[in-house]
């Protein structure tokens, strides 16, 4: 009998026992306590997987704001503005043979004529205008009194004593068909924006001075 007794005694002790850990394990659940720490893996296990979630979501909208960056990046043109072909010429650049001082149109500011070779009619031109990039390369157009137009390109390099050399690499073609025989023109700076150039035919002698100043607006 006493026996007995005491296995019930045991057994009810046994049960309580159970009883009051599931209890604790509930509280630690519903109160997150650090108390029985592997009482509710299933809810730690959600947690870390929103937490990560989370992370992979701020992730994946930085990248895609880099990118947003990066093609607005691309469209930028970084280029750098062209002078001002009307700005005034500089004496300063001039002085040290910088081609870049020419840039931008001259204009024929004298007269200059030219004689037929076979019909001896002399055609005035009051028109004679260069245009030049920062290299000194050009094209320059002459418009007679006639109203014919002669182009063609030209070229301007400094020479070893300042002059500056205007380059004809041929004849100067016309639109009537004829043309001006190619000349050697040397200019020299006589003002703030004005040349003072002389020009030679090699295969006729012809020689004449003329004057050119730059253009410091259009026309």
């Not at 019909?119 to 260069?130: A, F, G, L, S």
Request: net charge negative; aromatic share 6%.
């Amino acid at each position: 009998m006493a026996a007995r007794l005491r296995n019930t005694v045991l057994a009810i002790g046994l049960v309580a026992l159970t009883g009051g850990s599931a209890w604790l394990a509930l509280q630690a659940c519903a109160l997150n306590l650090p108390v029985l720490p592997n009482a509710c893996p299933g809810a730690r296990t959600d947690a870390a997987r929103a937490s990560l979630m989370a992370a992979e979501a701020r992730t994946i909208d930085l990248r895609e704001r880099v990118l947003a960056a990066e093609r607005e990046l691309a469209r930028l043109q970084c280029t750098a503005a062209a002078p001002d072909p009307y700005r005034p010429l500089d004496p300063g650049a001039w002085s040290r043979g910088d081609l870049g001082a020419l840039y931008g149109c001259w204009s024929l500011d004298s007269t200059y004529a030219t004689r037929d070779v076979d019909t001896d009619e002399v055609i005035t031109y009051p028109t004679w205008q260069m245009c030049f990039n920062g290299q000194g390369d050009g094209k320059q157009v002459m418009r007679g009194s006639d109203g014919t137009d002669c182009t063609g390109p030209v070229t301007a390099r400094f020479g070893t004593t300042g002059q500056l050399q205007v380059i004809e690499a041929d004849n100067l073609s016309c639109g009537d068909g004829g043309y001006i025989h190619r000349r050697d023109i040397a200019c020299t700076l006589q003002a703030a924006s004005g040349l003072q150039c002389q020009t030679l035919q090699p295969e006729t002698g012809g020689e004449a001075g003329i004057g050119m100043r730059k253009l410091t607006r259009p026309l």
